[in-house]
C-alpha cells in the first residue's frame, strides 16, 4: 500500500531536549516536505526537500533541520525545542516539483512543556 | 509566507443541509485544490482545478475555479455525518520550487 508514515504520533518533551520526527514513504517520489497546522492558521511549510541531498527552506523554518539522505526518508529535527512549537506536524510527498498531488501522514502531535 | 483566506473559520450544519465555503488569495494560481482532513488523519485531495472558470465535480462535492485566479468556491450537497472534517484549499504554481499554499482552513460539524 502507497503511504507516508510519520513516527511518532505522539510526542509530550521538555524545552531544549532534542527530538527527531521520522518520515517515510514508500513511492519512490522526489518531492518532500513538512508542515506544521496551528488553529486558524492552516498549514504552513517548514522544509521541502525536491530531492536526495537538497532541501530548501519553506514559510515557517526557524528551530527546525531536515536531512534528506536517502529517497524515502525525510526526517523533522527540533535541536532545542521550544513551546512555540507545540504543533500537529505533517509530511507530505509528491512525484517531483511540477506535480501538484500531495500525499501527507498522518501527522504527528507534538507538545513541548 | 502568503496563506490563502478561508471562510467561514467553521460552520456547524444540519444533515442534509448543503454547504458552500471559499477561499482567496492576493496573488494568482495556475491551479487550485481542495483537500479534506478526517479527525486524527492527514489531508486528502479531494478536488483539483486547472483552469479560470472552471467547475468539477466529485460526487456531492462540486468546487469552482474563480474568473480572477484569486479565489475559488467549495460547495457540499445534502451533508452526512461523514462529511465533518476540515477543509483545506491549496493554491499551486509550477515553477522553480513549486509549493502548494494552503489556506486557513473550514472546520465543519454535521448534526443529525
Known amino acids: 500500500e502507497a503511504q507516508v508514515t510519520q513516527n511518532p504520533r505522539y510526542l509530550i518533551t521538555v524545552t531544549g531536549k532534542k527530538l527527531t520526527v521520522t518520515c517515510s514513504q514508500n513511492m519512490n517520489h522526489e518531492y518532500m516536505s513538512w508542515y506544521r497546522q496551528d488553529p486558524g492558521l492552516g498549514l504552513r511549510q517548514i522544509y521541502y526537500?525536491?530531492?536526495?541531498?537538497?532541501?530548501d527552506k519553506g514559510d515557517v523554518p526557524e528551530g527546525y533541520k531536515v536531512s534528506r539522505k536517502e529517497k524515502r526518508n525525510f526526517p523533522l529535527i527540533l535541536e532545542s525545542p521550544s513551546p512555540n512549537q507545540t504543533s500537529l506536524y505533517f509530511c507530505?510527498?509528491?512525484?517531483?516539483?511540477?506535480?501538484?498531488?500531495?500525499?501527507f501522514g498522518p501527522g504527528t502531535r507534538l507538545t513541548v512543556t | 509566507g502568503q496563506q490563502l483566506n478561508q471562510s467561514p473559520q467553521s460552520m456547524f450544519i444540519q444533515e442534509g443541509e448543503d454547504v458552500s465555503m471559499n477561499c482567496t488569495s492576493s496573488?494568482?494560481?495556475?491551479?487550485w485544490l481542495w483537500y479534506k482532513q478526517d479527525p486524527g488523519e492527514g489531508p486528502v485531495l479531494l478536488i483539483a482545478l486547472y483552469k479560470a472558470g472552471e467547475l468539477t465535480s466529485n460526487g456531492r462535492l462540486t468546487a469552482q475555479f474563480g474568473i480572477t485566479r484569486k479565489d475559488s468556491f467549495l460547495n457540499i450537497s445534502a451533508s452526512i455525518p461523514s462529511d465533518v472534517g476540515i477543509y483545506f484549499c491549496?493554491?499551486?504554481?509550477?515553477?522553480?520550487?513549486?509549493?502548494?499554499?494552503f489556506g486557513t482552513g473550514t472546520r465543519l460539524q454535521v448534526t443529525l
Open positions: 526537500s525536491m530531492n536526495v541531498e537538497v532541501t
Open positions: 507530505a510527498s509528491r512525484r517531483g516539483n511540477e506535480v501538484y498531488e500531495q500525499y
Open positions: 496573488s494568482i494560481f495556475n491551479t
Open positions: 491549496a493554491g499551486f504554481n509550477t515553477g522553480t520550487a513549486s509549493k502548494l499554499t
